[in-house]
């Protein structure tokens, strides 16, 4: 005869969960499964915001670099003759932002490209062409009557960092643009 094994009560089985004593977790998964969970995601959350970054800064250097295409042609489109006239000693600051609105425009990552309309001289930074928003670029040429023509882009391209979560004392929502360049007209007699 063979001896039968004897069937051994709950009570005295070993159990295979040691931490919990027999039972499974709460909604039936492993222990640590809410730790691995929670370092998931934080390690996807710096992840993504380590992303954006990379993106932000690689569309803020397309901007920059667009919009000091944009001044080099403004200030070749004022120094530029108007049309009809032979010689020019004043520049002809009207057709800069038709000039460059486009090509602006193209290289400007969801943002509006406008005319400056404020008085008087160029804004000095990004800051003061737009103080409150973002997604705007102004271009502003002027002709001081002296000789002397200025050409500036500024403003706050439009960013990935959503407003309202600002890093690395970047404006929220809007990364600065600025480029500006001045010259003085004359013509030249032999």
């Known amino acids: 005869m063979t001896p039968e094994k004897a069937e051994v009560p709950s009570a005295t089985r070993p159990s295979r969960h040691r ?9 039936g998964c492993r222990p640590g499964a809410g730790q ?3 370092e998931f995601a934080l390690v996807c959350g710096l992840f993504l ?3 954006l970054a990379i993106v932000d800064s690689w569309l803020w250097t397309i901007e920059s670099d667009a919009a000091d295409a944009a001044v080099d042609q403004g200030i070749g489109v004022a120094l530029a003759a108007p049309a009809g006239a032979p010689t020019s000693t004043s520049g002809d600051v009207g057709g800069v932002f038709p000039s460059i609105s486009g090509m602006l425009a193209r290289a400007m990552f969801a943002t509006r490209v406008e005319p400056w309309r404020g008085a008087g001289p160029c804004p ?8 409150e928003g973002s997604g705007r670029v102004y271009v502003c040429a002027v002709d001081d009557g002296a000789g002397h023509v200025t050409v500036t ?14 890093l690395f004392g970047v404006r929220s929502g809007g990364l ?9 007209t004359g013509t030249y007699a032999p």
């Open 124 to 131: 000095a930074g990004a800051a003061q062409a737009e103080p």
């Open 153 to 166: 882009v500024a403003g706050y391209a439009a960013s990935l960092i959503p407003p309202g979560l600002s």
């Open 49 to 51: 915001a380590m992303l």
């Open 176 to 184: 600065p643009v600025f480029e500006s360049a001045s010259v003085t």
């Open 19 to 27: 931490r919990t004593g027999g039972r499974a977790g709460a909604a």
């Open 36 to 38: 691995a969970m929670l």
